[in-house]
């Protein structure tokens, strides 16, 4: 999809890990699209964090992307401090932007020049758990069979 608008914040860094298990942080953008929806853009990782110039705040950009939904907190991951930020919150983000924030995570596909080395990675990967169900229903499906014989031969 294909959105237009602005960046009106600093960036939000999300504690992360690079493609070989580099330290480092990915990179959010609060972008207000010309609808006014605030929605959030990951533009990228990088290894630190950074502030973005007054220039790229505040002026028009068309960016392309693709909406996924936000990586979930799970069992395993460290609430988040001040000082660093391991999931995206977004009931937070809305508190500090003050307005209510799109649901979904715009996935930037476009290179955002900003003077800033981003890296992206080389392919977006969308889940398909289709086998997974699969496999459970024909499973389940064969569980109730054999059950339905044994009940048979019993009565």
């Known amino acids: 999809m294909i959105i237009q608008g602005k960046i009106i914040n600093q960036p939000e860094f999300v504690y992360s890990l690079g493609e070989r298990g580099q330290y480092g942080f990915d990179v959010y953008l609060p972008f207000e699209t010309i609808g006014r929806k605030l929605l959030l853009i990951r533009a990228g990782w990088t290894k630190e964090k950074f502030n973005l110039e007054t220039k790229f705040l505040n002026t028009d950009k068309i960016i392309h992307a693709i909406l996924l939904k936000p990586k ?15 999931y995206i919150d977004l009931l937070s983000l809305e508190k500090k932007y003050s307005r209510k924030l799109y649901p979904l995570i715009a996935e930037s596909t476009s290179d955002i020049k900003m003077g800033y080395n ?3 990675p080389e392919k977006i990967v969308l889940p398909n758990n289709h086998l997974q169900y699969a496999l459970t229903w024909y499973s389940l499906c064969f569980v109730i069979i054999i059950a339905f014989l044994i009940y048979k031969k019993k009565i």
Do not use: A, G
Not at 72 to 86: A, G, H, I, V
């Open 118 to 120: 981003l890296k992206k």
């Open 72 to 86: 979930r907190k799970n069992l395993f991951t460290p609430d988040n401090s001040n000082e660093l930020t391991f």
